[in-house]
């Protein structure tokens, strides 16, 4: 199946957003998020672990500190108690850094009855097990169909109305393909879905998970040349060629080229190799200017998926035989 668009459908493809929803991490990308699937009218719980953060979401309607000068909708809630976040909710976000994403999953296993469907919205591999993330949920909650939700999404962009599209991907069954307006992947790509935001469908998990973690190394890669001194025909190199490589370990896993041409793919990978907003791109420009990591970012614990999962990507690719010089 290719990426399918499923938002603005017309009244013959029936499907029905989810009324309640739970986002698991309150930073940028989960208020983003949250703050999406509100507008479209559903009704959001957001947990998060500082009761600072979540107190000026209740209180002020924002979250300066993340996505400063959007106004958070009513029907959006935070809270720090996650059994809380998750009582009632039909469909539940995952969306915290990819190191975390098997501690939280296991937690969230604790609350949510079988049945209900797990989007994770964190881009890696998990280190030592070469795991997808979406993988490393499955391991964690049994009983959950378990998908994604990535694609070329700046959070600040996104909350402001910006235009945006993404890719929402999950495994389709048999009884999914015949009545595909009650699949997660389209009910949630219909509950993400507003003027603002536009959401395709894919049942190539691999696909759109390995453009997802493979972007953020190019991007460094991006950032390191800029940061040196070169120009654009490098960056236009490193891309395409980059692009290829994330084509051939997609492939190796029984994913397909064609959806790394898509939005969690090459549009992910233009995105954030093309602008400083970009942390992992942010990074490597710093790197190749000459600082140390330590002097990145000015000192300030920032994390840099990119940087957490070059390792687990390349030693991935290295078990598989596929080549992936840059």
Not at 52 to 78: C, D, H, Q, W, Y
Not at 140 to 146: T, Y
Not at 166 to 172: E, L, N, R, S, V
Not at 178 to 193: E, G, I, Y
Request: net charge negative; charged share 20%; aromatic share 4%.
């Amino acid at each position: 199946m290719k990426d399918q668009v499923v938002s603005g459908a017309p009244s013959s493809f029936p499907a029905h957003p989810y009324r309640k929803a739970a986002v698991i991490g309150a930073g940028s990308w989960g208020t983003a998020l949250a703050v999406t699937m509100a507008r479209a009218g559903c009704a959001v719980s957001i947990y998060g672990r500082d009761p600072e953060v979540i107190a000026e979401m209740n209180t002020k309607s924002t979250t300066e500190r993340f996505l400063p000068g959007v106004s958070l909708p009513g029907n959006l809630t935070g809270v720090t108690d996650m059994a809380q976040a998750l009582e009632g909710a039909e469909a539940v976000l995952i969306v915290v850094p990819s190191r975390s994403v098997r501690e939280v999953s296991r937690q969230v296993a604790e609350h949510v009855p079988a049945g209900i469907p797990i989007a994770v919205c964190a881009k890696g591999i998990e280190p030592d097990t070469g795991l997808l993330m979406t993988q490393v949920a499955e391991q964690e909650l049994n009983g959950h169909p378990i998908g994604c939700l990535s694609g070329p999404t700046f959070a600040l962009e996104t909350a402001l109305g910006h235009p945006t599209a993404a890719t929402a991907a999950f495994p389709f069954s048999y009884g999914d393909r015949l009545k595909p307006h009650d699949s997660p992947a389209v009910r949630l790509a219909v509950s993400l879905s507003t003027e603002s935001f536009r959401v395709y469908v894919s049942d190539d998990l691999v696909g759109v998970e390995i453009g997802g973690a493979v972007k953020n190394i190019i991007a460094i890669a991006c950032g390191l040349m800029t940061g040196a001194g070169f120009a654009e025909n490098t960056r236009a190199a490193l891309i395409t060629r980059g692009l290829d490589e994330m084509k051939a370990l997609a492939e190796a896993l029984g994913g397909r080229r064609e959806t790394v041409t898509g939005l969690s793919g090459i549009g992910d990978l233009a995105l954030t190799c093309s602008s400083a907003t970009s942390r992992n791109m942010a990074l490597g420009q710093q790197l190749g200017e000459g600082l140390s990591r330590a002097q990145c970012f000015e000192g300030k614990p920032v994390v840099v998926e990119g940087e957490l999962n070059a390792i687990s990507v390349t030693d991935l690719a290295r078990s598989l035989k596929v080549a992936m010089p840059i």
